[in-house]
């Protein structure tokens, strides 16, 4: 969420980086509202005192023996009109409320406007497989070497379901050790976190109100304006991020470090290419999620910390990526600056994401009521709050049996995987 303050005192700015990233106002009506409700707070102030100086008097002029009955019914038509300033005041804050919440993040000044087009591609590792015979897509690798069931996945889930079986399983897992491992030598603390979350949640990550319908709901909502609703987590970050919600900090505390690993459930409405076939986009895929809570003037160290753990994962693996930095239209409504780690899939001939890096600011602190309270003054502030995948690994797979493939079908398992696949090296 927004600075209210900021947008008082400096509403062209503020509007002048929503259209950074593609997000037209006009702060004109909001902050004419946001006067008349300071002016109806004011007046209902000085009723409130007035009531409270005469309600005071009021026993002392009967025990003088004067007549009270004109100044009590004055004092009842000031409590009527402090009652019906209240229901106004409650009315205009709700819509301010509303109003706030519907704003995106202020991209960070180095943010480029724009959409993907504008992109920027900012390092490349490794080199592009090339290959002396007819490469296969990962669909046709992943079911000839029985490591993913399609047609059972979708019996069961229905389209955009898969099971992994056999030595599929065994690499998906075998990952995701992997990643468990790196984030704990790392000093991150883990996490295994609800599956479930409640609305408050999706509010403070900054899907919600918006992005509600991008997720798997529980419970039917009667009202379609009803918020308390439960729903599968889209990605670990969402429960990350309210771990110290409405919580004040020490100073002292921070940074905290936690990842956290969980199946992601996610709706992925709309139409996609015909080349995102098989695992590129499901409704259920597997993500070790890291987050960081940090002081204000700590949140660019801890995204350069976080893109590098992300790459650090990709090379180990031995796969071709490159790291790009996100125009402003092309970054998440919450975030202010963000960094993808896409890898190389031959058959689409394409790069594709497998960590978003990002830099929240203060902006999901807000939602939450996140803060920390400083050592030097006692007063609180804002935390920061940062996220990265470490790692995706719906788009690993494919990555993995498509660069490591082999002339006779085969599939040579990254060698910091094998520990956990018993030794083995080759899926065939």
Known sequence: MLDLVMIRKNPELVAEKLARRGFEIDFADFLAEDEK?????????????ERNKTSAEI???KRQGKDTADLMAHMREVGEEIKANDEILVRMQSEQDDFLASLPNLPADDVVPGGKENNQVVS?????????FTPKHHVDLVTDLGMIDYPRGAKLGGTGFWIYRGDGARLEWA????FVQQHLADGYEMMLLPHILNYKCGF????????????FHLEAKSNPNEKETSFLLPTAETALVNLHRDEILTEDELPLKYFGYTPCYRKEAGSHGANERGMIRGHQFNKVELFQYTLPDQSDAALAE?????EQLVKGLGLHFRTSKLAAEDCSASMRKTYDIEVWIPSMDDYKEVSSASDAGDYQARRGNMRYRRSDTGKTDFVHTLNASGLATSRLIPAIVEQMQRADGSVVIPEILRPWMDGQEVIK
């Open 306 to 310: 976080l893109i590098s753990k992300a």
């Open 37 to 49: 409700r300071r002016a109806i707070i004011f007046e209902n102030e000085q009723l409130k005192a």
């Open 59 to 61: 026993p002392l002029l």
């Open 124 to 132: 490349v590792w490794g080199e592009k497989p090339e290959f002396d």
């Open 175 to 178: 990952l995701l050790n992997y």
């Open 204 to 215: 403070t990550a900054g899907q919600f109100p918006k992005f509600s319908e991008d997720v």
